[in-house]
Each structure stands twice: as C-alpha cells, then as structure tokens.
DNA sequence: TAACTGGAACGATAT
DNA sequence: CTATATCGTTCCAGT
C-alpha cells in the first residue's frame, strides 16, 4: 500500500506544490485571492471573462442579474470552479441543460464557465442583488446544513426541498446573496450556520417546524399525492404559497443552526463559498417554478436566524463575501466576536473552492484516508430518518489521519461529499453531508455550508495522532428534481448515486501561505437499489497468472448469485473488443459476498510481456460489476500475488484503456495528479510526499482501489465514453465493453475526449493542456467541466495548493483562466476532452453508470 | 422512544 | 404509442 499510496501522493503532489501552482495561476487566480479581498470584483470577473469568456457565453439565457453578484463571488469561484455553477449551485439557467447541450461542443467546463462568464458580465453589471428571494436558487439548496442530527436531517430534508430552496439560498445567497443579510444579521453568521436549531429556541421555529413541518410536509405530499409533488412541492412549501417557498425557507434556518459551532472555519469557508459561490443563487429568477419545489419562502429563513451566535463567524464572513459579492465586495462586515468554542484552526482567508483538485501529500504533510468507507451506503432522503453514519467494510468508520504534521495546533478536517464520477472531483449536487450526532458518535463535528455544499467539519488533534474517525458523517439525498431546476445545475441525478467521501485539511505554513490537502474515498454507491442488485467486487485474491490459466480466483464482494458470470474481457485501446470469455464459476461456492472462479487461459499461451485485461461480475444483462483488472504474464514468468490489486493499477493503468475499477483509482490517480510531475508534490518547495506512512494501505482512495468498482467510471483516460450517448464511458459496465468504449477515443469524440481530458489527462497534466491545467483541473470548474476524470483521483489530485490567501482565489482564478480556458477553451480543459462535459443528459449519466451503459452496450 | 434499517410500494422515466 | 424495465422517492415496519 505504502507505495502505492505513494504514487498517488506524488502523481497528485506532483501537481503542484502549492507554490507551484500559484506560479502557475498566479495570475488569475489571484484574482480570486483577492476575493477575500475584496474579491467581488468585477474586474475580476471580467478578466476571467475574458479568459473565460471566450468560448462561450453563454448560454444562458437566464442569468440574471442576480447571478451577477454572485457572478462575483462565482467569478471567483467560478474560476475554481468551472462548473461552480453547480457547486455552488450556482446559477444555472433555468434551462442550463440546454445550454450545456448546446455547448456540447465544449466541455462541460466551457459551459459552465461561459455561465459564469455570463455572470460575470452581469456581474459587472450590478445586479445582483436583486433577488434573492426567490429561490431561485431555492432550489436545491442544500444549504441549509441539516441541523446537526440526523433528524434535522430530515426536516431539512423536507425542507429540503425547501430547503433547498430556501435554505440554500440562504446559504448561499447569502453568501452571495442579500438574503443573507438578513439572516446574517442577526448573528448572522449563526443565521446561517448556526441555524436556529442550534439555538434551541430558535432553531425550535425552525427545526421543529421543520421537522414537524417537514413531517407534515411530507405527508401533503402524500395528500397531494404524487402528484401534486410536481406541481408542488408544494406541500411543503404549501402552505405558503409563495411560490416560493415558504416553509421549507423556515427551515432553512435551521439548518443554518447547526452550523454554528466550533470548528469552524467557517468564516473561512463562507469566504470562500462566496467567492465560489455563485451566489446565484439570487437571481432568483430563476427559480424554476417547476416544479416541486417547494418553494418556501425564503424570507422566511431570513428571518430565522436569530442565532445566530454561535456562527458568528462563519456568519460575518458570509456575510462579508455576500456584501462584496453583492457590493462590490468588501467585506466590510463585520466580523463578529466570535466565540467560538472551539479551535479554529486557521483561519485562513481563503480556502480552495470545493471544486478544486487537491493534492493528498505535499512536502512532509501526507493526508491518509486509512481506513475506507464501505461501497455501499445508503443515503436517506430529506423525508426519512438518518441512515446513519457511512461505515466501513469492517463495521467500523473511515479513519482520517494526516501524517508530517508536528505542531501542536489542531487543525479541522473538512469532509464533503464528493462526486465519483469519470470527471474531476467535486462537490455532488445530489448528495450532502449529514452531520450524524448522538450516543454513537464520538467524534464531534460541526456543519457549515460552503457555496451549496455541506461540509463538515472535524477536529484533527495532534493528540489523537492527527487521527480522526468518521463516525459522524451520513449521507443525505436531495430530490433529483429540486437539484435539477437549480439554474446552474447541469448534472442529472438519474443514476447519479455514487459519491466519494472528500476529505481536507488546510495547514498554515510558516510562510503565511496555507497548504490545503485533499484525499477522496473510494466510490460509495448510494442507491438502496444498486445496492442491493448490483454485483460488486471489492477483492480479488489473484491479480496476475500465467497466460496458461487454469488457477482458482477467489472474489470477495457483495450480491453475487448463484447464476453469477465472470466474464474476462480483453480491449484494445481504442475500446474495441479484443477476447472475452467467461471463466468457469464454481457454482457450489458462491456465497452473496464472495464467488471462485477458475482464470481462464488467455486467447494467446505465447505472449511475452504482461497483458492486461479487465473481467467483470454479471448477474443478467444490467447488473455487471464494475471492471476488475487482471494480468497475464507470459508463461514463464514468476506469478505475482496480488493481493492489493491496487498495486497493480499502476500497472493496469498504464495498459489498461481503461476500465478497470481498479483503474480508477488509479487512474484517477493516476491521471489527474500525476499529472504533474512527481515532483509536483512538493509543494513550495516540499520535496514530493514522503514516503507514506506505512501504514496506510488503503488509504487513499487509491488505495483502494479495488471497492471502486462503484468507480465511478473507471474511466480510463481513455475512454472515451462520451457523453454522449450512452457510452459507456465508465468503464464499468462490462457490459459491454466493446461498446462503451469509451475507451476508444474515438468515440470519444466528445465525450471522450472530455473524459480523457478530464480526467487525466489533463489534470495531469498541467502540463497538457496547457493551461494550467491544474487549475483547471483543479478548478473548479473543471469540475464541472470535467471531466472526468477526477475520479479517480481525486484525492490526490493534484494541486496543491499552496495558496496564500489570496492566492488561492487567484488560482482559483486562474484556474478559471484556465479552467475556463480550458472551459473555454476547449482545448486545454480539456482538453481534451471535455468536450464535453456536458451534462449530461443522461446520456452521460448512463455513462457514468454502468448499468445504463451496460445496457446499451449490450442492448 | 428515537435512531436506524431493511424492504417494498408506487409513480415517473427510460427502453 | 404501448408494454416493460428501471429508477427514484416515500412509506412501513422491525430492530
């Protein structure tokens, strides 16, 4: 493991020492450093516009004004974010999907960015206040951070919708938006962290209406039946009709409560969201009507807060970036006394977008994921109770620790959910943290809304060895339609389900600069029903055998049948079929989590160096695992355990085009941070990530490499898996591998080329793309963009970065420069691929999943 | 009782 | 356009 981690580290270190990266953005980026500054600007925004711009413009019809402001902070953050839009939730048109798909030329990342751009514009203009209200962005916000608990889960979750609207504008309008003011004003900040709830009495209005409300809520919506549901979300939100919103809005406080706490940086990260943010959220407009959504009133949550002590911090800062962003940014605010109790690790000023793709190791520091979550876990929706905490395979929780650390500072560890998909990682649109409190939990943690993503924060004390167990974090799940009218989403829930668990840490350094490091999980399918039917190989006892055949393989997992197939298949690069052949199962051995099958021997005895192939696990025409690698060596050769198959991602990777679960990780890994240089890792300087710890084995997602199967896609670089129509992109689906070749290029053509790019590729590659890719990659946007490729990687992705405060924003800028270069570009984003980025339409989806691309494929 | 869970019904969409 | 296959979301009930 060690070593493998290690690779990763340094592929993904290897992109940039943070220093590196700034020299790289510096440009731009800084821009968006100065965000904290003062980052509104719209100069800014222009500049990046006119990065950005280029390519696109947008598309969008419907910014509106509102976005503007928020284009601000979106500028900024858009710049990291590419797609920020999303993220943040940024505006999106009402129509996005369209847009994008207009842009299907362009990557996703042009889109979104061109969004952004068109924000910007806007931006200059003014706007952006306006609205707000509205939900606009209502929509999903997932702003609102559950209430701590699970239950608040729920009743955000109701409200969720609401709260997605209303919360999240708050959220994030007030970050960007004017709402928040309000809210803010109390205490603001608390309005928003701190929701309510938080405040008992508060949070009472709010959470127990919420929650009660919620309840309630719920049940109208049965009333109103499933029907009304579109119409209305109504129900929820019913009651007060504005359309917008009304009830989930009160809920939306809540949410807000549970933000206060400690920890947090949360000033931090509402800076930061703000710049990220994409405020859209006001613009208000927008709010789609369609729908469901509830529509709560936002005022409502204004109202609420009234905490809003205990964020104070946070509270000003959003508040902060909301008047920047909206006015022209400066934060004046105020800045409130904080009390926090708890630590505040740093403070720094700026903090990457969530979008950004950081490096797991930098110089001494190393950010292990020790111990991975299981793939499975079932998310709950706003309407049910908590699920409970993600644990890992053995019953236990992740296990977080950072090693190189030796102050005796502590430092928060954040954790958010992230996507897992062939694209670079970023916040999922569909799924939020959900802050897991009660008897159970030991580790305490505290909720804070960075743009339109709850993240959670976690104490990391020196200690507790810099360790930390992550028993506090479940995973909630957002109504596809309530996200899906967000204006700047343009991602499709759909099949949609699998996540990854991002973690971060942002260390001071002594230089005034902060190192923020990022490590991303293996893939964690979401769905009740993937979870159940879907075939899932987490490990294989053989990695590589002789070309002969004929050894017994024992696969461990989940949901193998009876009737189980193991299908070994053999691609060219270009995703074309090459051999496959069903290895023969031994029926009376299989059990639901493991299955023997015998190795095949491979179509050539005479090969004279390794060859890779892929097998997949199907249970009928759509339920095949996800790609396993595997190795023939020529006869002679001496045979090699595996028995971490991630190891031999290296190796796969390399070969394989690009299926393979496994490969994700790598290959995410692989990809994106190699990127950059190995060196890279150094961050400032830091020679490349130490050699792991020991330890960790699994850490990094890469680690594991084996789970992902969920992988998202396993997208090789390769494949192409366009978008486009199904494809396949993903790896996974065995299904047929021919078809979805992604792998080839070729087919690529959009969207492969988006995946490669994005993943990998480009990531990587900074260097690539020329643009920096990093950032780009990093970016944000790219995110969106994106490709795809993070997905592996994600972790380690690669940058580092080192900001300074200001830097990061600049790089965030730049990244948009370059990321949206790269959006806009279409080139450099990737470039390569990206093309596409699209999003989706389901197609990609489908890609993205594997049954979907099974499906075709074998259909 | 409350927090989880596991299952599944049901309606919405995609094939 | 209809019949099915899948999926997403909400409910229920047991632990």
């Not at 719920?218 to 109103?224: A, D, E, H, I």
């Not at 080192?802 to 450099?828: M, T």
Request: proline share 11%.
């Amino acid at each position: 493991d060690t070593y493998e981690k290690c690779p990763r580290p340094h592929s993904t270190c290897g992109v940039s020492s943070s220093s590196d990266a700034r020299h790289a953005y510096s440009y731009t980026p800084n821009v968006s450093l100065s965000l904290p500054l003062g980052m509104g600007n719209p100069c800014l925004a222009t500049q990046y516009h006119t990065l950005q711009s280029s390519p696109v413009i947008s598309v969008s019809s419907c910014h509106q004004t509102g976005y503007s402001l928020q284009n601000d902070n979106h500028a900024a953050s858009g710049y990291y974010l590419p797609h920020g839009l999303r993220p943040n939730g940024s505006p999106a048109l009402e129509s996005p999907r369209i847009e994008i798909t207009a842009y299907s030329q362009y990557p996703e990342d042009e889109v979104e960015e061109s969004n952004s751009e068109d924000h910007i514009i806007k931006r200059g203009v003014n706007s952006i206040v306006t609205l707000t209200l509205p939900n606009a962005d209502g929509y999903r916000d997932p702003s609102c951070l559950s209430p701590a608990s699970s239950i608040s889960s729920r009743s955000c979750n109701s409200e969720a919708s609401s709260y997605e609207s209303g919360f999240y504008n708050y959220e994030n309008s007030p970050q960007n938006s004017p709402w928040q003011s309000p809210c803010v004003s109390p205490k603001g900040s608390s309005s928003l962290m701190s929701c309510p709830h938080a405040s008992g009495p508060v949070a009472s209005p709010h959470h127990s209406p919420s929650t009660s409300p919620q309840i309630g809520a719920v049940r109208k919506y049965s009333l109103n039946g499933t029907t009304y549901r579109q119409t209305s979300c109504s129900p929820n939100q019913s009651p007060n009709p504005s359309p917008h919103g009304s009830p989930r809005v009160s809920i939306t406080d809540e949410n807000w409560q549970a933000n206060t706490n400690q920890y947090t940086n949360s000033a931090i990260v509402a800076a930061i969201n703000a710049l990220t943010t994409d405020g859209v959220v006001d613009i208000g407009e927008g709010i789609p009507i369609k729908t469901r959504k509830t529509m709560l009133d936002h005022s409502m949550s204004l109202k609420l807060d009234p905490d809003g002590e205990l964020c104070h911090e946070d509270y000003p800062s959003r508040l902060a970036l909301k008047k920047e962003s909206y006015c022209g940014g400066f934060l004046d605010v105020p800045q409130h006394p904080y009390s926090w109790s708890k630590p505040k690790p740093y403070l720094s000023p700026s903090l990457p977008a969530l979008d950004w793709q950081l490096p797991s190791c930098s110089g001494p520091y190393n950010l292990q994921i020790e111990v991975q979550p299981k793939s499975h876990h079932r998310a709950h929706y706003e309407t049910e109770g908590s699920r409970g905490a993600v644990k890992a395979v053995c019953g236990s929780h992740p296990v977080v620790q950072l090693y190189g650390y030796m102050e005796s500072e502590p430092l928060t560890l954040q954790l958010f959910i992230g996507t897992a998909d062939d694209r670079l990682l970023r916040p999922h649109a569909f799924y939020q943290v959900h802050r897991i409190t009660g008897k159970t939990v030991s580790t305490a943690s505290h909720e804070v809304m960075q743009s339109n993503t709850k993240v959670l924060e976690i104490p990391l004390l020196p200690e507790n060895n810099m360790r930390a167990i992550i028993d506090c974090a479940g995973i909630l799940k957002l109504r596809n339609s309530d996200i899906e009218l967000r204006k700047g989403e343009t991602d499709i829930g759909r099949k949609n389900t699998r996540v990854r668990l991002v973690f971060r840490v942002h260390i001071n350094q002594p230089n005034g600069r902060t190192l923020s490091l990022q490590a991303a999980s293996n893939p964690i399918e979401c769905s009740q029903r993937s979870a159940q039917e879907l075939p899932l190989v987490e490990k294989q006892s053989v990695d590589s055998y002789p070309a002969t055949g004929g050894k017994m393989m024992l696969l461990s997992g989940l949901n193998f049948l009876p009737d189980s197939k193991v299908v070994f298949v053999e691609k060219a690069q270009d995703g074309h079929h090459l051999w496959e052949t069903e290895a023969k199962v031994d029926k009376d051995s299989v059990k639901n989590s493991t299955v023997v099958v015998e190795i095949p021997p491979y179509r050539n005895q005479r090969i004279s160096s390794p060859v890779q192939v892929n097998f997949y696990v199907c249970n009928g025409k759509r339920k095949r695992s996800q790609y396993q690698r595997f190795t023939y060596l020529p006869p002679n050769a001496p045979i090699i355990k595996t028995e971490p198959n991630d190891e031999y991602d290296s190796l796969g990777i390399a070969r394989l085009p690009v299926h393979s679960k496994p490969y994700y990780s790598r290959p995410r890994l692989t990809p994106i941070v190699p990127v950059a240089d190995p060196d890279a890792c150094l961050v400032g300087g830091y020679p490349p990530c130490p050699p792991h710890h020991a330890a960790m084995p699994s850490s990094s997602p890469s680690s594991s490499p084996t789970l992902h199967d969920l992988s998202p896609v396993a997208y090789s670089p390769t494949h192409a898996a366009p978008p486009g129509p199904v494809v396949p992109p993903i790896q996974e689906s065995p299904g047929h591998p021919n078809l979805a070749h992604p792998a080839s290029p070729d087919h690529n053509s959009p969207l492969g080329m988006l995946h490669s790019q994005g993943s990998p590729i480009h990531l990587n590659s900074p260097g690539p793309h020329g643009y920096h890719p990093i950032y780009a990659n990093s970016s944000p946007s790219s995110s969106p963009e994106s490709h795809p490729s993070t997905p592996g990687g994600t972790v380690e992705s690669p940058f580092v970065q080192a900001y300074s405060p200001g830097q990061a924003q600049a790089a965030a800028g730049s990244a948009r420069a370059g990321g949206s270069s790269p959006s806009l570009l279409p080139e450099d984003a990737s470039p390569p691929s990206m093309a596409i980025t699209v999003k989706q339409e389901p197609q990609e989806l489908d890609q993205m999943y594997l049954d979907d691309g099974e499906l075709r494929e074998t259909r």
